[in-house]
């Protein structure tokens, strides 16, 4: 009976210092989103873009030729079609980069980690 005492014991006290300090290794992912998915537009129109989920946002286009934004950080940008081509359904692929800081991303020893998003811009 002592014995097995004994080895209960620190095993108690263990499983009591990791549940108290939340060591967890295993950090939770978070997602970075953009709104609109997905959008159509024609020749000088422009249409507002918006991250969430994340910090320190970055923005950039798949193509320059088709189009510009207004900044390339931030948590909104402006797309604007310059897309004079004969070319229906030219597609723009607008990607957003953002940092996922470790304390947001479950936990105390969680790792921040770069997190991105995209969304498609339909020329007509």
């Known amino acids: 009976m002592r014995r097995t005492a004994f080895i209960l014991v620190p095993l108690v006290l263990l499983s009591a210092v990791v549940l108290i300090c939340g060591c967890e290794t295993d950090p939770a992912t978070e997602d970075v989103f953009i709104t609109p998915p997905t959008s159509t537009i024609q020749f000088g129109q422009s249409i507002q873009l918006r991250a969430s989920g994340g910090y320190d946002y970055t923005?950039?286009?798949?193509?320059?030729?088709?189009?510009?934004?207004?900044?390339?950080?931030?948590?909104?940008?402006?797309?604007?079609?310059?897309?004079?081509?004969?070319?229906?359904?030219?597609?723009?692929?607008?990607?957003?980069?953002?940092?996922?800081?470790?304390?947001?991303?479950?936990?105390?020893?969680?790792?921040?980690?770069?997190?991105?998003?995209?969304a498609t811009i339909t020329h007509i």
């Not at 207004?70 to 004969?86: A, E, F, L």
């Not at 692929?93 to 470790?102: A, F």
Request: charged share 5%.
């Open 59 to 118: 923005w950039s286009l798949s193509d320059n030729a088709l189009g510009t934004l207004t900044v390339d950080t931030g948590p909104s940008t402006v797309y604007t079609s310059i897309y004079q081509g004969t070319q229906t359904g030219a597609v723009q692929t607008v990607t957003v980069e953002s940092t996922i800081l470790g304390s947001q991303a479950g936990g105390t020893n969680a790792q921040s980690y770069i997190a991105t998003d995209t």
